[in-house]
């Protein structure tokens, strides 16, 4: 699971503007990095620039999906991460970069020019969200249910196998004392056969 991209475009009017952005490319060699930032660059306009205001989308592409969430005033919040990247997560993250970026710079400055923008946090989030259950509390308890429940497999089944070795000595012992018994008679009849008065 990797996110290699969150940012915030201006997705009205078009054409759309990267406002902010910040990238995560270490997985490709040094050689690739420059052609995968303006790939990012490019694809995350052009979804931004196809969601209308408030609404959400996930879009596949190749090995990469684009988490996309619109708004009225008139920007999108992107991520692109790997197909294996949870979508409820990574939408949690959209709202959360969205209310931050508002918060931080009003329509008021971006909204007639192209600027660039900075967005500190984003460089925090990238981090953090690589790993999408430390990250979010609820993929982190379902996790730790998931754990607790292997761990309770394991304990029914050994004690299922404990069980089956239980009847498994119970059967002998039974066959056992048959045995015992026949020997007694046995002996017995021996000892019958050979007494001296």
């Not at 192209?114 to 460089?123: K, R, S």
Request: proline share 4%; net charge negative; hydrophobic share 35%.
């Amino acid at each position: 699971m990797k996110i290699y991209y969150i940012g915030i475009v201006r997705n009205a009017p078009k054409p759309a503007h990267e406002l902010v952005s910040v990238k995560e490319l270490s997985s490709f060699s040094f050689f690739q990095r420059t052609t995968v930032s303006e790939f990012l660059t490019l694809f995350s306009g052009t979804v931004a620039e196809r969601t209308g205001p408030a609404s959400r989308q996930d879009i596949e592409e190749q090995s990469y999906t684009f988490h996309v969430y619109g708004r009225s005033e008139g920007i999108a919040a992107v991520i692109i991460s790997d197909h294996e990247y949870p979508k409820l997560v990574a939408h949690k993250l959209l709202s959360q970069v969205v209310d931050d970026f508002l918060t931080l710079h009003p329509r008021s400055k971006w909204a007639e020019d192209t600027p660039m923008l900075e967005l500190p946090v984003l460089a925090d989030y990238i981090v953090k969200y690589q790993d999408p259950r430390q990250a979010d509390s609820i993929m982190r308890i379902q996790q730790e249910l998931d754990e607790t429940k292997i761990v309770l497999h394991k304990t029914i089944e050994s004690v299922l196998e404990r069980g089956e070795k239980i009847d498994s000595l119970v059967q002998r012992s039974e066959g056992l004392s048959s045995a015992s018994k026949m020997f007694y008679k046995q002996a017995k009849k021996q000892n019958s056969c050979c007494i001296i008065t």
